[in-house]
Nanobody
Protein backbone atom coordinates (compact mmCIF):
# COMPACT_ATOMS: atom_id res chain seq x y z
CA UNK A 1 0.00 0.00 0.00
CA UNK A 2 1.37 3.38 -1.01
CA UNK A 3 1.46 6.05 1.67
CA UNK A 4 2.66 9.63 1.68
CA UNK A 5 3.04 11.09 5.15
CA UNK A 6 3.74 14.75 5.73
CA UNK A 7 5.23 16.14 8.93
CA UNK A 8 6.85 19.27 10.30
CA UNK A 9 3.91 21.63 10.34
CA UNK A 10 2.96 23.78 13.28
CA UNK A 11 2.38 27.28 14.57
CA UNK A 12 5.05 29.85 13.80
CA UNK A 13 5.31 33.61 14.04
CA UNK A 14 5.59 35.77 10.94
CA UNK A 15 9.17 35.78 9.74
CA UNK A 16 9.81 32.34 11.17
CA UNK A 17 10.80 29.09 9.48
CA UNK A 18 9.54 25.55 9.20
CA UNK A 19 10.79 22.46 7.40
CA UNK A 20 8.20 20.07 6.06
CA UNK A 21 8.91 16.46 5.17
CA UNK A 22 6.97 14.04 3.00
CA UNK A 23 7.96 10.41 3.42
CA UNK A 24 6.76 7.79 0.98
CA UNK A 25 6.33 4.13 1.67
CA UNK A 26 5.00 1.18 -0.25
CA UNK A 27 7.07 1.87 -3.33
CA UNK A 28 9.91 4.04 -4.47
CA UNK A 29 9.26 7.33 -6.24
CA UNK A 30 12.82 8.14 -7.18
CA UNK A 31 11.88 8.26 -10.88
CA UNK A 32 8.97 10.68 -10.34
CA UNK A 33 8.76 14.40 -9.90
CA UNK A 34 7.26 15.41 -6.56
CA UNK A 35 5.28 18.47 -5.57
CA UNK A 36 3.94 20.43 -2.64
CA UNK A 37 0.53 22.06 -2.65
CA UNK A 38 -1.39 23.97 -0.01
CA UNK A 39 -4.97 24.79 0.77
CA UNK A 40 -6.08 27.70 2.92
CA UNK A 41 -9.50 27.77 4.57
CA UNK A 42 -12.17 28.65 2.03
CA UNK A 43 -9.73 28.54 -0.87
CA UNK A 44 -8.83 26.07 -3.55
CA UNK A 45 -5.71 23.98 -3.40
CA UNK A 46 -2.77 25.78 -4.99
CA UNK A 47 0.62 24.75 -6.28
CA UNK A 48 3.59 25.66 -4.10
CA UNK A 49 6.68 23.89 -5.44
CA UNK A 50 7.85 20.90 -7.45
CA UNK A 51 11.09 19.04 -7.99
CA UNK A 52 12.24 16.75 -10.78
CA UNK A 53 13.09 13.11 -10.16
CA UNK A 54 16.80 13.86 -9.94
CA UNK A 55 16.41 17.05 -7.96
CA UNK A 56 18.13 18.96 -10.73
CA UNK A 57 15.12 21.11 -11.57
CA UNK A 58 12.83 22.95 -9.18
CA UNK A 59 9.74 25.07 -9.72
CA UNK A 60 8.00 27.53 -7.43
CA UNK A 61 4.86 29.57 -7.24
CA UNK A 62 5.63 33.26 -7.52
CA UNK A 63 4.25 33.80 -4.03
CA UNK A 64 6.94 31.63 -2.41
CA UNK A 65 9.89 32.15 -4.75
CA UNK A 66 12.97 33.20 -2.83
CA UNK A 67 11.52 32.08 0.50
CA UNK A 68 10.82 28.36 0.06
CA UNK A 69 13.21 25.63 -1.07
CA UNK A 70 12.16 22.16 -2.20
CA UNK A 71 14.61 19.28 -2.06
CA UNK A 72 14.59 15.50 -2.01
CA UNK A 73 16.53 12.53 -0.76
CA UNK A 74 15.78 9.57 -3.02
CA UNK A 75 17.65 7.18 -0.76
CA UNK A 76 15.12 8.02 1.97
CA UNK A 77 12.15 8.32 -0.41
CA UNK A 78 11.52 11.74 1.13
CA UNK A 79 10.92 15.23 -0.19
CA UNK A 80 11.34 18.37 1.89
CA UNK A 81 10.06 21.93 1.85
CA UNK A 82 12.14 24.49 3.71
CA UNK A 83 10.00 27.53 4.38
CA UNK A 84 11.64 30.77 5.50
CA UNK A 85 10.33 34.29 6.08
CA UNK A 86 6.87 32.90 6.60
CA UNK A 87 3.87 35.18 6.19
CA UNK A 88 0.31 34.86 7.51
CA UNK A 89 -0.84 34.19 3.95
CA UNK A 90 1.27 31.03 3.95
CA UNK A 91 -1.18 29.49 6.41
CA UNK A 92 -2.85 26.33 5.19
CA UNK A 93 -2.70 22.57 4.95
CA UNK A 94 0.37 21.50 3.02
CA UNK A 95 0.17 18.26 1.08
CA UNK A 96 2.66 16.42 -1.08
CA UNK A 97 1.95 14.73 -4.37
CA UNK A 98 3.69 12.35 -6.70
CA UNK A 99 3.41 14.24 -9.97
CA UNK A 100 1.46 12.50 -12.66
CA UNK A 101 -0.19 10.09 -10.26
CA UNK A 102 -3.12 10.11 -7.90
CA UNK A 103 -0.93 9.75 -4.84
CA UNK A 104 -1.48 12.48 -2.28
CA UNK A 105 -0.65 12.73 1.38
CA UNK A 106 -3.08 13.74 4.11
CA UNK A 107 -1.36 17.01 4.77
CA UNK A 108 0.22 18.91 7.63
CA UNK A 109 -1.14 22.16 9.06
CA UNK A 110 0.98 25.29 8.89
CA UNK A 111 -0.24 28.32 10.79
CA UNK A 112 1.61 31.62 10.62
CA UNK A 113 0.35 33.99 13.26
CA UNK A 114 1.56 36.28 16.00
Amino acid sequence: QVRLVESGGGLVQPGGSLRLSCSASGRTFSSYAMGWFRQAPGKEREFVAAISWSGGSTYYADSVKGRFTISRDNAKNTVYLQMNSLKPEDTGVYVCNVRGTGYWGQGTQVTVSS
